[in-house]
Structures are given as structure tokens and as C-alpha cells.
């Protein structure tokens, strides 16, 4: 279930991303493997190491491999994801493979980012309006605690008011 896009409850897994290189065409995203921990994915990653090394004695480049790329990242996914990987890890394969972090991510950062700057553009506005309407009434003839009301003005101390021993006698 979510409330406004948000899953109810988000689980922490790590992402690698790894790119393909190929003799001719040069390199190209190749996609993330999703991992319960760190430990599990620098574990894949020496594994996928070792077995690249068993398969080519020779040490020649292949035409065409995939390797890592960055280093490995947590990120948020929902329950069904995190449930997926916790299933392939009983199954002896606690690596997903996929194409795009978009696929597993409750939101992704670019609607996050959205709405952080829509929450930013509405307040601006409203600030704009607030001093436009107060503006309009004749801010010179509002009282402090109309002008307080309205958001526009932080009082001050008193003049006769001495911060540091309370109020002093004129």
C-alpha cells in the first residue's frame, strides 16, 4: 500500500551499475545487480572475478565483457523487491540483475527532486502574494500585530528594554 506515491515501508539494498565494453563499439551501460548487503556484493564481485579468470588463462581482452562500474551504492526499494532478492539468496542466487534502478525504486530521485522544487516554486509564491496584498492594503498604516500576522515583520526588543539586566527606567 502507499500514501501519495510513498510505499509504507522502503528496504535498503545495494546497487552496482556495470557497463559493457566491446572491441569497435566502445562501452555502454550494461545495467545494476541488486545485493542484500555490501558484504553480498563485494562477495559477487570476487566471484564474478574468478570466474572470468578461470574462463580465460590466457588473460587475452575478450571481444566483448562486462565489467563494474563506480562503486557499489545503497538504494531504497520496496517490499516486493527486497522479498525477490531474499528468495534468489534462498535459491543460492542472491543477485538480481537489472536494467534500469527506475525498475526498483519507490520514486525515483527526479520526482523527489519535482516536488522539493514545486514545495519551493509554491512557497515563493506565496511569500510574493502575501507582500503584494499587504502592499495593496497600505503596509504603512498596518498595525505591528497586523503586520505580524501577516508574516511580514519580526519584532524587535524594545528600545527601553536592556537585554541583559531586564528593563531599565527613562
Not at 22 to 38: K, V, Y
Not at 77 to 88: G, K, T
Not at 153 to 168: K, T
Request: negative net charge.
Amino acid at each position: 500500500m502507499t500514501v501519495n506515491n510513498v510505499p509504507e515501508r522502503v528496504f535498503v539494498v545495494v546497487a552496482q551499475e556495470w557497463e559493457e565494453s566491446e572491441r569497435g563499439w566502445g562501452c555502454r551501460p550494461d545495467g545494476f545487480t541488486l545485493h542484500l548487503s555490501m558484504a553480498a556484493a563485494g562477495t559477487y564481485l570476487l566471484e564474478r572475478a574468478e570466474n572470468e579468470r578461470k574462463n580465460n588463462p590466457s588473460g587475452v581482452v575478450p571481444e566483448e565483457y562486462t565489467r563494474p562500474c563506480g562503486i557499489a551504492r545503497p538504494v531504497d526499494v520496496d517490499a516486493a523487491v527486497h522479498n525477490r532478492l531474499l528468495d534468489m539468496q534462498e535459491k543460492g542466487t542472491p543477485t538480481m540483475w537489472i536494467n534500469n534502478l527506475a525498475e526498483v525504486e519507490p520514486f525515483s530521485k527526479k520526482e523527489a527532486r519535482a516536488a522539493v522544487a514545486k514545495a519551493q516554486a509554491l512557497a515563493a509564491e506565496t511569500a510574493k502574494l502575501r507582500k503584494e496584498a499587504a502592499f495593496k492594503s497600505g503596509l504603512a498604516k498596518l498595525t505591528a500585530e497586523e503586520k505580524e500576522a501577516l508574516g511580514l515583520s519580526h519584532p524587535a526588543a524594545p528600545a527601553d528594554r536592556d537585554i541583559n539586566r531586564g528593563w531599565r527606567s527613562v
